[in-house]
């Protein structure tokens, strides 16, 4: 059978030479899946696409004309799959429900203890010979409050780091983890989630109830130098209340893997390139925010684990069987 994978980089093609079945023939073009790429998918039975690739109306329309049958998300989120259509359609949709939630919540966890202590700073400092630590104070993470929404995979397994660390943990989601409240955590509503939280770590999906959570009324509720960590979805966070709120002083320190208009940024070398987007670029000039890019599900056992699993949503396709991860 024939796989069209899109965004595909060369960590992809090595890790699917390396773990994927080798009865599945995949093309690698490294351009994402947009409505002029879903041309290039003739003869494929399915195409492989990752967060960013356009999987609106008009492209499955696209792909459907094309003799694509089955769409292969090499990740967890959907929210840029229009499922409805894909349904009308015939298509069949199968993710990768849970690759490393592990890998996600040691970024997680990277992000809080690289602002708090500044090492992103001391880094370059040491590397100039400047040993000076003004400017590099941080606080204890033992004792202060963390807040999570959404304790899915990802949210628990932080969770688990945190509560190590000695914090207490607030959290908030449509269903409790009872297991979760048994180790320490207090499930609390939304608004003493804001009003009691040192830190904020946004682990639930992006959905309509979801989006721009973080805006102007959550953030007028925190407290004053609240960190904020979203390795989540981008659109959890509506930006341009953020940079209102870091030029106040409301939020202290932020930490993003995520952005809402990463798809133009993200995944590519662009440092050769003029940057457009004035919002990013503003985030940028504060000391106090720190950005990867959508790096946090990038380990070895996560690549592993994507290839695995989305060999086997193909393969259950190939079968007309069901692997258990369509959506
Ligand atoms: P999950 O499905 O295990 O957990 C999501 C949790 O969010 C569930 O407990 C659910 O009840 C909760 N939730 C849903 N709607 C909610 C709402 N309105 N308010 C509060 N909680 C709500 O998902 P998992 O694996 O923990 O992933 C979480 C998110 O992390 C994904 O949706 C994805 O967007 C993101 N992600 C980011 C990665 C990265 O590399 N930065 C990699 C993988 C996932």
Redesign the pocket.
């Known amino acids: 059978m024939k796989i069209a994978v899109f965004s595909a980089k060369k960590y992809d093609q090595e890790s699917f030479k390396l773990w994927a079945d080798p009865s599945l023939e995949f093309s690698f073009f490294d351009v994402p899946l947009d409505q002029h790429s879903a041309k290039l998918t003739q003869g494929y039975a399915a195409v492989c696409v990752f967060v960013n690739d356009n999987l609106s109306e008009a492209v499955l329309t696209e792909l459907k004309m094309m003799g694509v049958g089955m769409i292969a998300l090499r990740?967890?989120?959907f929210?840029n799959v229009d499922l409805t259509k894909a349904k009308e359609l015939g298509l069949r949709v199968a993710r990768v429900?849970?690759?490393s939630?592990q890998a996600?919540a040691e970024?997680t966890v990277a992000m809080v203890l690289c602002l708090n202590r500044k090492l992103h700073k001391a880094y370059n400092r040491v590397r100039d010979d400047n040993f000076a630590l003004d400017g590099l104070l941080g606080f204890n993470l033992y004792g202060k409050t963390a807040g999570l929404?959404?304790?899915?995979?990802?949210?628990v397994a932080t969770a688990k780091i945190l509560l190590g660390f000695g914090m207490k943990l607030l959290c908030?989601?449509?269903?409790k983890?009872e297991e979760l409240v048994k180790a320490g955590a207090h499930y609390v509503p939304l608004e003493e989630l804001w009003a009691e939280s040192d830190m904020i770590s946004l682990?639930?999906?992006?959905?309509p109830?979801?989006q721009h959570l973080i805006n102007d009324t959550s953030l007028a509720l925190m407290k004053n130098g609240v960190m904020l960590i979203n390795?989540?979805?981008g659109g959890l966070i509506d930006t341009k209340a953020v940079i209102k709120a870091l030029k106040s002083r409301k939020i202290g320190y932020l930490g993003l893997?995520?952005y809402e208009q990463e798809a133009d940024l993200f995944f590519q070398d662009l440092s050769g390139q003029l940057i457009e987007d004035d919002v990013f670029k503003r985030l940028l000039t504060f000391p106090n925010v720190l950005i990867t890019g959508?790096?946090?599900?990038?380990t070895q056992e996560a690549l592993q684990q994507i290839c695995q699993v989305t060999s086997e949503n193909l393969l259950a396709f190939k079968a007309n069987r069901l692997s258990g991860n369509e959506l």
């Open positions: 990740c967890a989120g929210n429900p849970a690759y939630p996600v970024h929404i959404g304790t899915g995979r990802i949210g908030f989601d449509i269903k983890d682990h639930c999906p992006l959905t109830q979801t390795t989540s979805r893997d995520v959508h790096q946090a599900f990038f």
